[in-house]
Each structure stands twice: as structure tokens, then as C-alpha cells.
């Protein structure tokens, strides 16, 4: 913790109750952290904010954008765009969702396991619905090869594409 930017302003924090001056303090932190010692002026801020009666170390909100645009909100939206419409770009998404490219690749390709593949979000790993799917059909093409043995002679497959042809 002391190495954290709230450890560091704990030990402002702690030497200011102490009554130390800011040159005291900058002093005393310069002989801890060396070269890693925030500087006169962060050290001079917070002694100012707990002069002003600040009593936390945390810092303000910023206004502007969320600290992260990849919440579970904006991931159920982005899935949602995918499922109606697997070739939609990063561009069209960033236009639609007002978001960063790079935080939508992220959010695609880390958080919902998708990849681009000639020009279509695909996922990296089957979902559990897909998975149930290719279950419940492998099961259904299985009962049929029974009843007619020689049905696989009949199918034809090709770039996870099943056709039947007769």
C-alpha cells in the first residue's frame, strides 16, 4: 500500500497531522521513495485539501467520460447489436454507441470471446445455446442414421455448412 498513490497520501495525510510544514514533509518522503516521491506540487495540493478540511484521501470524481465504458450495461448492448447483425464494423459501432475503438475491440474480444472472421464477429467459443444446438442436432442426425444407414453417404458438408442433397 505504501507504494499506492492513497499510500502516499496517507503518509502526507499522517505527517501533516503531525503539524510538519510541506518542505518538512517532501523532505521526509524524499528520503523514502527517492526518485518515486510524488512531487512538490501533488504533495503541497493535498496539504492544502486537508487544510481545507478534506478529510479523505481519496481523490474528486473527474467529470467527462465513466472511469470505463466496458460495464455489464454497455456488453448486453454490444451482444444484442451482434445477434441481429454479425457484420456490423467497429466503426458503425463507435458511431451508434459514442465509445472508442478500442474499447469496443476490448469489450469484443475479451469480454464477449468474439474475433473477426472475414468480416463477421464470431465468437471464439461456442455460447451454451450454441452448445445445446449442435448437441440436440448431432442427436436428431444420429436417430436418422439408424433408421437409414446409409444416409451420411448422402450428406455433405463443407465450411461448417450442412447440406443435404437428394
Sequence with gaps: MENSEDG??????FLWKQNKSGSEILYEME?????????????????DRFNDGHSTVDDNPRP???KTCSNQENIKIISNILDKDRRVTLLQLEEELEMSKSILDKILTEQLGMSRVLSRWVPKLLSESQRIERVRVCRQLLRISKKEPRFFDRLVTGDETWLHFY
Design 8 to 13: 502516499k497520501r496517507y503518509i502526507i495525510w
Design 31 to 47: 528520503k523514502v521513495y527517492g526518485s518515486k516521491c510524488p512531487g512538490k506540487s501533488m504533495v503541497y495540493k493535498w496539504i
Design 64 to 66: 467527462g467520460l465513466p
